[in-house]
């Protein structure tokens, strides 16, 4: 196997809420446009951002994260996108520096050149300080160039290129203007297939993008070939039903081809659409937001006795954050109107205005060992005993509870299944 090589950036920011996502999707999609195939990666575990850039790129987003999936993971989806991409784009996360596993740790490691994106909406020469500064932090980082975010006028963009240093390329600058911005909610940015004018505000950006953009890619960044991972396919020949609607949406691409991979047939239906149950062996509920969809999700009886029998039966079902939110007895809504779930598991949450846990999350289960992150809004109260505690890797506050019944398997941390494709696969074996 060979080494693939392909132009790459690492697109980085001095800290969160800076527009990475925007300067992201502007590039993909304008060099989509320009005829290229677009791979783009995203850093951490995120579940919002990545369905933007995959309406951008025309393309599957998959996480990038050297603690969730380790460094073999990494570098094994860099090589096979390398080898049919034109340009690979990777968002990273929070701040460049930001972590105990870094973008920056991400770039240098991988060699992949940074383009740093700077909110300059309320600076003027500060912003080649600022600029700098993340070139110079770290040795061994190469900062290809700078892009601002939220400019006021041509002029302004003027004055922040002009601040900045010779060793710094200037790249250009996006406006800041209404149609521009990409709609959030408390969890991030509003998922992209709730958004009926995304493809419109994609193109927006790639216009603002177009007005200054070079038709020139970066240096080509060499990706060797690692040593594929090959495990059993426990999986073959099962049907697992998986919950996808506007209600549980946070899947990570990686997961699903995990379970293909093992043998699985997938099967998706929509609890909010009021489907019943799949023919299947085993169920997922993944995370999502059904403290928006409650009164559908109420009315689902079909569905709520159809899994009452399936655990019953003793048949796998992996409840994950908003799965678990569902399987409980009620759930509050922020207006404090409380709706009946499907009573799998004793207990009942309620919607906080508060982030209640955020982090990186690993446990150990009968199964094995799994890596993933928590990240929610609720306070459960749930009258069973965790079989588990999650633990977080930076010794954060966040431990979340791992609840079994039967063959039921709940909590609120999103797994990611490449950490232990054998414990992720008997999950779903009875």
Request: charged content about 20%.
């Amino acid at each position: 196997m060979s080494e693939h090589r392909c132009p790459a950036l690492l697109v980085s920011a001095p800290a969160s809420g800076q527009g990475k996502t925007s300067v992201t999707a502007a590039l993909a999609r304008w060099h989509r446009r320009q005829g290229r195939k677009v791979s783009v990666f995203k850093t951490g575990p995120d579940f919002l951002d990545p369905t933007v850039l995959a309406r951008a790129s025309g393309g599957a987003v998959y996480q990038l994260d050297l603690w969730m999936g380790g460094e073999e993971d990494v570098r094994e989806r860099l090589h096979r996108a390398a080898a049919e991409a034109d340009l690979l784009l990777i968002e990273g996360v929070m701040g460049l520096f930001d972590g105990s596993l870094s973008s920056a740790d991400l770039a240098v490691r991988l060699g992949i050149p940074v383009l740093a994106v700077i909110d300059g909406s309320a600076m003027a020469q500060t912003f080649g300080a600022v600029a700098f500064g993340l070139a110079h932090y770290r040795a061994g980082l190469r900062v290809y160039g700078v892009t601002a975010n939220r400019v006021g006028s041509d002029y302004h963009a003027q004055l922040l290129a002009d601040s900045l240093p010779p060793d710094l390329t200037w790249l250009g600058a996006l406006p800041r203007a209404a149609e521009l911005a990409l709609p959030e909610r408390h969890l991030g940015l509003v998922a992209a297939g709730e958004q009926d004018d995304i493809d419109m505000r994609l193109d927006a950006l790639a216009d603002a993008w177009g007005a200054h953009a070079r038709d020139v890619l970066p240096a080509p960044v060499g990706f060797p070939a690692t040593h594929r991972s090959v495990f059993m396919p426990l999986l073959k020949g099962k049907r697992i039903a998986i919950a996808q609607d506007a209600a549980f949406c946070f899947l990570y691409p990686a997961n699903l081809d995990l379970l293909r991979d093992a043998g699985a047939e997938l099967i998706f239906f929509s609890p909010v659409a009021g489907d019943a149950l799949p023919a299947c062996d085993a169920v997922w509920l993944p995370g999502g937001y059904p403290e928006l969809h409650l009164a559908a999700l109420a009315r689902n009886t079909r569905l709520r006795d159809a899994l009452h029998a399936h655990v019953d039966a003793e048949l796998p079902l992996l409840a994950e954050c908003g799965g678990m939110l569902y399987v409980l007895d009620a759930l509050t809504d922020r207006d404090g109107v409380t709706y009946p779930m499907a009573g799998l598991l004793q207990g009942q949450a309620a919607m906080q205005s508060r982030l209640c846990a955020l982090g990186m999350q690993s446990v150990t289960l009968p199964e094995g060992s799994l890596r993933g992150h928590t990240f929610h809004y609720a306070q459960a109260q749930i009258t069973r005993s965790p079989v588990a505690l999650t633990v977080n890797p930076d010794k954060g506050p966040s431990r979340e509870g791992v609840y079994r019944h039967h063959r039921m398997t709940a909590s609120f941390m999103h797994l990611y299944f490449p950490s232990n494709a054998d414990a992720a696969m008997r999950l779903f074996l009875p």
